[in-house]
């Protein structure tokens, strides 16, 4: 029958995909630099994981499950300002460094794309929709496609800011895009 399987070394693997991953980019990760980085054989590896693609979908999805923040405190412009807070601080972490080097890979990989698509990028989406649906409700915006497409700016300059410019995702960013893009259009809708 063997011996039960560790779920530590599911963590250990996990952890070290993501530095492998954040280290050598998509080409560069391969189950043996995975094995080495965990501290485990390779036939571990494949014993829950049958390819590089099942890790990859499976280390993306935990290690965005819960990370960003879901404000509620009763007010649109706290709300943004927590949320892209807490987007920055996804970012600038290890699953937003691992991320960053996903981006180029999904374009040649549709299920890795898929698994992004349907995990990190759907949870950010609803956390904004929430802040979004409860400032409607609230009377602080009015209703509309607009606002939702508005919504979309916020996020939108933090991610190109961190996958193509490089340039600081700091409080005064997050502070400008929420006071001088984001309500301004929000509210013109």
Known sequence: MGRPRDPSRDDAIKVAALQVLAGAGYCGLTMDAVAAAAGVGKATIYRRWASKGDLLLSVIDDATADELTRPDTGCLRED????????????????????RTLLGALHHEPTLAEVFRQGPLARWQKAFTEVIDRAVDRGELRPGTGVRMAAEAGPGI???RWAVTGQ??????????????????????
Do not use: F, K
């Open 80 to 99: 943004l300002l927590v949320l892209l807070h807490s987007l920055a601080e996804v970012l600038a972490g290890p699953s937003g460094r691992a991320s």
């Open 158 to 160: 933090l991610l190109q």
């Open 168 to 189: 600081p995702l700091d409080s005064a960013v997050v502070t400008v895009v929420v006071d001088e893009i984001l309500l301004p259009l929000l509210r013109r809708h």
